[in-house]
């Protein structure tokens, strides 16, 4: 009984040692033509699958029975035909962990790849060349990935011209599943947001890889953005959250989602409101170009519908946004709550406004790159300063002849005009300003940051001169009223409008010019729509 089981001892210790000397020896060492075995069908199936040239800096192999295992690092894919870029795929490190039974089978299988450190440039379709999406070609070694992940990923969509930036995504972690050359992939991956800072997930799927043209590679999927933060950009307040959907090729995406800001404000009045969005847009890649046609939000009281984009200009750095815009239905209060310090705002009343809008590149404050150029109508509008409810009541009874009666007058008005706005400066080339009894004709700027105003401009009243005021002024003021006769009107006279919104001076202006402000200003950004 004792010899038994020094001889079990004995057997234990034997096959611990031969286990130990066969996992030095599949370590160690492996006959070195069988390394170079593998790494020669591995490069093969690189060159297969991606049309192009691979260089392995580290390569090494372990076989622990029955699964195989390779390691390396400063792996490089390249085109020929793309000297000039980069490579194609570089790889900082990687490991496959595969088994020896599956890896036999046809096709072959993969267990788990691991890669750190990947970065994908990929190029933009040659000169005049047709899109053409080709079926995948038979394999001589076909493979399928069971499960790729890797770490630290950038995908690049390089721009047609070498000088611009590429399109890029940053992806700290990306999962893919049953990875193939002639089939797409499903994914799921976290990226970070550079500008405005957030996490995106997103899932999908990607592929097939089309190794002639990988910028007609498919890729779609659904995301969501939560919690990124406008402050980095200048003029901008507010977090932004996000969702929605995307398909399309590398080199043209198209997505539609919505955003919503529960603190959205600029710079000029940061008072923040409530702003929900949905969009449709394509995304260009080879030129980083976003067409937004349509985008709709709704802010307060009010909604907007966009189109255009985000587009680079011809010899200038970054990008410009330049949008066709209305407002309708809106609220005057609304638009001013955003545009404009007072609080309460200083009109209230309905609103249609229409607008080409575009805010140059550059890092300034967004309130001195927006530019506007539109035209605005407000039906039966108020104001918000008792002390201009009053005079405008005034005028308005005054202006009817019937001075004597304050209550005959209104403090309702319509008001209509175009406006451009440019470097935080609003100028108003033609405005019309109509209460019961006058009609205000007036041209000229109002400073959004010093709230200055500088208007001129004729004032047309439905009674005479001397109808406007009562006693020994209207006795005397009938000698004028010659002077100041109108052709449609009882009364014509010239005015000027100066001082602050808050502290405004109306005066007579017998000497004006017919200059326009905007006469020596330069539209330099227009709005277009995307083809």
């Known amino acids: 009984m004792a010899f038994s089981r020094r001889r079990f001892r004995w057997f234990l210790l034997i096959a611990g040692a031969v286990s130990l000397l066969a996992l030095v020896a599949s370590r160690y060492i492996l006959p070195p033509y069988l390394i170079h075995f593998v790494k020669e069908r591995s490069t093969q199936i690189v060159r297969e699958r991606f049309q192009a040239e691979v260089q392995f800096g580290h390569f090494d192999m372990t076989l622990i029975f029955p699964e195989l295992f390779i390691t390396g690092d400063n792996v490089a894919i390249s085109r ?74 950038e995908l690049n969509i390089l721009p047609k011209q070498l000088d611009k930036e590429p399109l890029q995504f940053a992806i700290h972690r990306l999962t893919m599943q049953t990875v193939g050359l002639s089939r797409s992939a499903p994914y799921q991956a976290q990226l970070t947001n550079p500008k405005p800072n957030g996490e995106i997930q997103a899932h999908g799927n990607f592929g097939p890889w089309q190794p002639e043209q990988p910028s007609l590679t498919a890729l779609s999927g659904a995301y969501t953005f939560r919690n990124a933060d406008l402050d980095p950009f200048p003029g901008i307040q ?39 969005t949905q969009f449709h847009a394509i995304i260009d890649g080879t030129t980083g170009d976003t067409a937004l046609d349509p985008v709709k939000a709704q802010f307060l009281n009010s909604s907007l519908v966009a189109s255009g984009g985000v587009f680079g200009l011809p010899g200038k750095k970054g990008k ?73 009541r005034k005028l308005s009874s005054r202006a009817q002849g019937k001075p004597k009666n304050p209550a005959a007058g209104s403090d309702t008005f319509d008001l209509n005009g175009r406006f451009i706005l440019d470097r935080g ?29 500088n208007f001129q401009g004729k004032l047309r009243l439905k009674a005479k001169l001397s109808q406007t005021t009562t006693g020994f002024k ?31 001076s109306f005066g007579l202006a017998f000497h004006q010019k017919s200059h326009h402000p905007e006469d020596n200003r330069k539209e330099e950004y227009r709005a277009r729509r995307a083809p």
Do not use: W
């Not at 959907?245 to 590398?250: D, H, N, R, S, V």
């Not at 609003?426 to 004709?441: R, W």
């Not at 209207?474 to 502290?503: C, M, Q, W």
């Open 80 to 153: 020929k035909q793309e000297d000039r870029r980069p490579a194609l795929i570089f790889v900082k490190k990687f490991s496959v962990r595969a088994s020896l039974l599956q890896f036999a089978r046809t096709p072959a299988h993969i267990q788990r790849i691991y890669l750190e450190g990947m970065n994908i440039h990929v190029p933009p379709r040659a000169p005049n060349s047709e899109p053409r999406v080709i079926k995948a070609r038979k394999e001589h070694y076909p493979v399928i990935v069971d499960r790729l992940e890797c770490d630290d990923c």
């Open 474 to 504: 209207s006795f005397f003021l009938k000698a004028v009223d010659p002077f100041f006769k109108g052709e449609d009107a009882g009364t014509v006279l010239p005015i000027k409008i100066t001082g602050t919104r808050e502290k405004p």
């Open 425 to 453: 400066v609003a100028t108003f080339p033609t405005v019309t300003f109509a209460i019961p009894g006058a009609t205000l004709n007036l041209s000229g700027e109002y400073g959004l940051h010093s709230e200055q105003l």
């Open 320 to 392: 410009a946004v330049l949008l066709d815009v209305t407002v309708n239905p809106a609220r005057l209060e609304d638009l001013m709550r955003l545009g404009v310090k007072a609080n309460p705002p200083p009109m209230i009343g309905a609103l249609r406004f229409h607008t080409q809008l575009a805010i140059g590149p550059g890092k300034t404050k967004v309130s001195e790159r927006l530019k506007l150029d539109g035209r605005f109508y407000a039906k039966s509008a108020e104001p918000t300063n008792p002390e201009t409810q009053d005079k405008l």
């Open 238 to 276: 507010g977090t932004l959250n996000s969702n929605g959907t995307f398909a399309g090729i590398l080199e043209r995406i198209v997505a539609d989602g919505q955003t919503y800001m529960a603190d959205f404000a600029l710079d000029t009045t940061e008072h923040p409101i409530e702003l929900k």
